[in-house]
């Protein structure tokens, strides 16, 4: 299917080159019309942080981050603790709950982004999301 794209090229991607300039080209373009310089100061970069700060605040698992940001080493993924804690304060304790009768319906809820709390009561499986 990939090599059944049209292409203008040999390479079907563009190169991280031209990615670059493209960034920063629209970057540039942006500080002008807001009048903000410090938009200069962004990189590709900063979004993965804060891409991993969000991922860190929405589920508080660091091996979950260091996982999906690909880090080898905790330690640089121990940054987004610091960060969210900057952002956001104090960890907020409250949660919604919601249960699962069927496999199904925990299918459901886990993929969007409910969180298991290995609690089985009555037959139903109790699951939490932050507030």
Known sequence: MINQLPRKGEKLFASRKSIDKSFWYQRKKLARKLNNPRLMQ?????????????EYHKTHSLGHVAQKLGHKNWKNTQIYITLEELYFGQLNDEFYTEVAKTSEEARKLFESGWEYTNCDFDGVKIFRKRK
């Open 42 to 54: 962004l990189s590709l970069h900063t979004f993965r942080h804060w891409a991993g700060t969000m």
